[in-house]
């Protein structure tokens, strides 16, 4: 049961990666073809709150609790290596973990917070998920949109 509930876990954590990352492109998507959900205020502060939580625990030298949890599940399980694990969970985990130093993976973590906060900034959310309009070119004696509005 242990050994199951472990690689649930470790599923939901690639699920969690998933949201962030796929979600991520999905908005830079959304912002050139003006997806309206793209601009969802629960779906965008719910993928910054996500990748807020993976920068916080990068700033305070923390270990995924995710990874702890299945960590703890597989000491119970006893599957204390690779080779006890069960084929999902061997597969998701080598999603998740690479061979690459830890600090590329911190590197990774912060560069992708910049990048979630930047696209929040830059591509903001509304209430409505509808796209604002240009506004006018004040300096246009008649009102009208700048060049770069047309």
């Not at 990748?51 to 960590?71: H, K, N, Q, S, Y």
């Not at 912060?110 to 929040?120: N, S």
Request: aromatic share 12%; net charge neutral; hydrophobic share 50%.
């Amino acid at each position: 049961m242990y050994g199951f509930l472990a690689d649930a876990l470790v599923c939901a954590h690639v699920a969690y990666v998933a949201f962030i990352v796929i979600g991520q492109l999905l908005i830079i998507l959304g912002s050139l073809f003006q997806w309206r959900w793209a601009r969802n205020p629960w779906f965008r502060t719910l993928h910054l709150a996500a990748i807020a939580i993976v920068v916080v625990e990068e700033f305070l030298g923390m270990r995924c609790p995710l990874t702890v949890w299945e960590e703890q599940l597989r000491v119970l399980a006893g599957q204390t290596d690779m080779t006890s694990e069960t084929f999902m969970g061997r597969m998701m985990r080598s999603i998740l973990f690479g061979t690459w130093p830890a600090a590329v993976y911190t590197t990774i973590h912060i560069a992708f917070g910049v990048i979630v906060l930047q696209g929040f900034v830059m591509y903001p959310p509304t209430r409505s998920g509808k796209y604002l309009a240009p506004s006018p070119d004040p300096a246009s004696p008649s009102g009208t949109c700048a060049p770069a509005c047309a």
